[in-house]
């Protein structure tokens, strides 16, 4: 079966640091352009961050720019999310997504056809 585990998510508190982990099984990771989004209660679900399968292109939301950095280790069949300079707004569950066969680093949540379940991120102090 086809599957994306999040991993690292928890309680920070402001100005701290997180790595969010991206496993996918089932699929060879490396085949696929990755985004990162999240949901915060109340809210639609936002794309945060992409990258292509190549690992060379990027993009970032507005409100995360300069404050996360997106990579991948495709050997680990691994995409990640290093999160620094967390803000209190940044609290959300964060999922993974991947699309095969894009040429376009994109964050929109119809473009991606198989989703993680999702980890909680909590900024408090």
């Known amino acids: 079966q086809l599957q994306l585990v999040e991993s690292g998510g928890g309680l920070v508190q402001p100005g701290g640091s997180l790595r969010l982990s991206c496993a996918a099984s089932?699929?060879?990771?490396?085949?696929?352009?990755i985004g990162w989004f999240r949901q915060a209660p109340g809210k639609e679900r936002e794309g945060v961050s992409c990258?292509?399968?190549?690992?060379?292109?990027?993009n970032y939301a507005d409100s995360v720019k300069g404050r996360f950095t997106v990579s991948r280790d495709n050997a680990k069949n691994t995409v990640y999310l290093q999160m620094n300079s967390l803000k209190p707004e940044d609290t959300a569950v964060y999922y993974c997504?991947?699309?095969?066969?894009?040429?376009?680093?994109?964050?929109?949540?119809?473009?991606?056809?198989?989703w993680g379940q999702g980890t909680q991120v909590t900024v408090s102090s």
């Open positions: 089932g699929l060879t990771i490396g085949y696929y352009a």
């Open positions: 997504a991947a699309v095969r066969r894009t040429l376009m680093c994109v964050m929109t949540v119809g473009e991606y056809d198989y």
């Open positions: 990258i292509l399968s190549s690992g060379d292109i990027t």
